[in-house]
């Protein structure tokens, strides 16, 4: 069953290739996806471009199982030597945008659900391939997650060669304003707001929390922007800077906010958003066990993915190579998808959730 379902993946890879579905903008590759999974029987929910297939046989005493991964992609960059909308075989490879970020674990997650959906497991399976994921949009997972009933776990598809990503960094963009008096640059007079905000940024490029994260280290925390003053004569009574948050399952967002901002009082941060937050399962659930029995190393990830707007716990793995994605020539190796498909099988096949 493998073999079959292996090649019709494959081909669902082609048509998502050659079908453009840049985030916000993936309302003919979800047709194509929907297409797919209702000639294999199944009954397709659209929640605009989010592509949702319910359990089959749902039993309210199992718990439910997801399977995710997102249609959309990045826009193309330059370099491309091939068309990034034409699926090109070559050498055992498949060339096109969203080839390995994140067509073959869509099309991998499919076939494995197709195949599992076919058994009497115990759990619910259910099926989420979601949109505007490379630019977490509100009209992506987030407007789903309220319409899909209970989820007891996750496995989110994602290129990292299979490996279980146990950890996943979550993001804030705060956006910060240090005060000081204005006067003239040539008196002693005023507060110059960038001296203090040279304290502040200091003190944030050094600053460390008690708990760290076993799989992801400590919190990272950047100042990427500054800006202040109207003209060179005048001390500036404000300066204003950004400042790149990358935090780990040892806080949450909000108690990571707190944190920063009890360790630069003379700063006024304000978050962009706290809603792509960190995440992180132990080393002893029964999928990860499974998967380090299969020689796949647990790991923790620095990169965002719709694991960040989900309010269960979940495991990121999927076919690929992270360094491939959003480059010139993106590609998956044709093997690594069947691969994909026999592990996804394997380890979800008869897992005990409860």
Same mark, same amino acid.
């Given at each position: ?176 304003? =240090?005060?000081?008096?204005? !006067?003239?640059? *040539? #008196? ?7 001296? $203090?905000?040279? +304290? ?114 979940? =495991?990121?793995?999927?076919? !690929?190579?992270? *360094? #491939? ?7 998956? $190796?044709?093997? +690594? ?18």
């Amino acid at each position: 069953m493998i073999d079959e379902i292996y090649y019709k993946a494959v081909d669902l890879l082609k048509k998502m290739i050659s079908t453009p579905s840049v985030s916000r903008d993936e309302s003919e590759v979800a047709d194509a996806v929907t297409a797919f999974l209702e000639n294999e029987g199944f009954e397709v929910t659209r929640f605009g471009n989010n592509v949702y297939v319910a359990p089959q046989r749902y039993d309210a005493a199992r718990p439910t199982l997801l399977l995710n991964s997102h249609i959309d992609t990045v826009r193309a960059v330059e370099g491309w030597e091939r068309d990034p909308f034409t699926a090109v075989e070559e050498d055992g490879r498949l060339y096109g945008l969203g080839s390995n970020d994140a067509g073959a674990s869509v099309v991998s997650l499919a076939a494995a659900f197709v195949i599992l959906s076919s058994r009497e497991e115990p759990y619910n399976l259910a099926l989420l391939l979601s949109c505007e994921e490379e630019v977490s949009g509100k009209g992506g997972i987030s407007s789903v997650v309220d319409k899909i009933g209970k989820i007891d776990f996750a496995v989110v598809g994602e290129p990292t060669g299979m490996r279980p990503a146990i950890a996943e960094k979550g993001l804030m963009v705060l956006d910060g304003e =240090v005060y000081g008096e204005a !006067g003239h640059a *040539a #008196r002693n007079e005023g507060v110059n707001a960038i001296y $203090e905000a040279i +304290e502040v940024i200091d003190k944030l490029r050094s600053l460390r929390f008690e708990k760290e994260s076993e799989m992801l280290g400590p919190v990272k925390i950047s100042v990427t922007q500054i800006d202040a003053g109207t003209q060179h004569n005048v001390v500036p009574d404000l300066c204003t800077i950004v400042v790149d948050v990358r935090t780990t399952d040892a806080y949450t967002n909000a108690e990571t906010l707190e944190l920063i901002r009890r360790a630069v009082p003379k700063c006024k941060l304000t978050p962009r958003s706290t809603r792509l937050n960190p995440s992180g399962v132990s080393k002893n659930h029964p999928l990860v066990e499974r998967a380090a029995m299969l020689g796949l190393t647990p790991y923790g990830s620095p990169t965002l993915s719709d694991q960040a707007l989900m309010p269960w716990p979940s =495991v990121k793995m999927g076919p !690929g190579d992270s *360094a #491939r994605s959003h480059t010139a020539d993106e590609y998956i $190796e044709l093997d +690594e998808i069947r691969q994909a498909i026999e592990y996804y099988v394997t380890m979800l096949d008869g897992l005990k959730l409860a």
